[in-house]
């Protein structure tokens, strides 16, 4: 029998305040990583897959309303006592966000930022933190830690504050990373030394990691499964190295499609028809049906649940086949 997951999200489902009604803005999350792997969960801006991951810290808005649940290490997460989730989010999951100027004080200075958290809910002395801080500043990259530690966040470039964001969260000495597009506001040269150092501190700590991106091909190249979203569900799951030729719903296919490949010099560049839905613009049928290719009656009119689909699982009523399975289909 394979461990328990260190996290778990099972058929979670959000509902939020919205013209003051509830609107359903995520309907099914289903997640599971294991301790130590790193899993990315992918989808388009409004697919629900920011809210899922702050919802593994409790931070979701004011007003929401949770169904299924989010286990960590066995324990759910939205069932924690006020003081439990303080406990928690200080020591076990860590956040790197999109954007660092919005979740750093500007008025404080770097150093203050970082060892606040190590004083105030570890109860390290001072002087050990401000020591353990200015190692791990150089570890992901910062030389002139102490210089940079007297700073304010507005004296560093945006490459440098997501460095100090990756310190915080590895200062807290977590078991689980979230990293909530990351690289997504730098520079390509200074994203990908961003992932690199996430990645290279990810493997040196054995941490688990939940990956937030838009970028399949990103996602395939910094963790072992891949889960796509869309519009408040997620659609398909497998194995990174299976995305290319195993993908069995169309959204996934269809988003593989439309990347540009520097191989296929001339060649037209492949959309998908319509426009991507929000979780509560979703129909009550599959919310990919408009847009598929492949749409038959049941899917307008019928939900579809997560099934097995190769090596990983699909909410398709029509997933594609595998080659593999199509060989043995037509045998």
Do not use: W
């Not at 939020?16 to 359903?24: I, K, Q, S």
């Not at 440098?160 to 964001?165: D, F, H, S, Y």
């Amino acid at each position: 029998m394979s461990p328990s997951p260190l996290l778990r999200i099972d058929a979670l489902g959000i509902d939020l305040p919205l013209d003051g009604e509830l609107r359903t803005v995520v309907h099914r999350a289903d997640v599971s990583i294991p301790e130590g792997a790193a899993v990315a969960l992918v989808g388009e801006s409004g697919s629900g897959k920011s809210l899922t991951a702050r919802s593994v810290l409790g931070l979701l808005p004011q007003g929401a309303r949770v169904h299924g649940d989010v286990l960590f290490a066995g324990e759910s997460v939205p069932r924690m006592r006020p003081d439990r989730l303080r406990a928690f989010r200080a020591s076990e999951v860590a956040m790197v966000f999109q954007d660092p100027r919005a979740h750093i004080n500007p008025a404080r200075s770097i150093g203050d930022f970082l060892v606040e958290g190590l004083t105030t809910t570890r109860g390290v002395r001072a002087a050990d933190a401000v020591e353990k801080v200015t190692g791990i500043l150089r570890e992901v990259g910062i030389i002139d830690a102490d210089r940079r530690m007297r700073q304010r966040p507005h004296e560093l470039s945006g490459g440098l504050l997501q460095r100090v964001m990756i310190a915080a969260a590895l200062a807290a000495e977590p078991r689980l990373l979230l990293a909530d597009e990351p690289s997504t506001a730098l520079d390509v040269t200074t994203q990908e030394e961003v992932m690199a150092i996430i990645g290279e501190a990810r493997e040196a700590r054995g941490l688990a990691m939940l990956f937030i991106t838009h970028d399949l091909e990103l996602a395939a190249a910094v963790c072992e499964r891949v889960v796509v979203m869309y519009a408040g569900t997620t659609v398909e799951e497998l194995p990174a190295d299976r995305l290319r030729g195993r993908a069995a719903h169309p959204y996934t296919r269809a988003l593989l499609a439309s990347r540009p490949s520097v191989l296929a010099i001339g060649a037209e560049l492949r959309s998908i028809p319509g426009r991507p839905l929000s979780g509560f613009e979703a129909p009550d049928g599959c919310a990919f049906s408009d847009r598929c290719p492949r749409v038959q009656d049941p899917c307008r009119s019928h939900r579809p649940e997560p099934s097995p689909a190769g090596d990983g699982t699909a909410a398709c009523h029509f997933p594609h086949a595998s080659a593999s399975e199509e060989t043995a289909r037509h045998a």
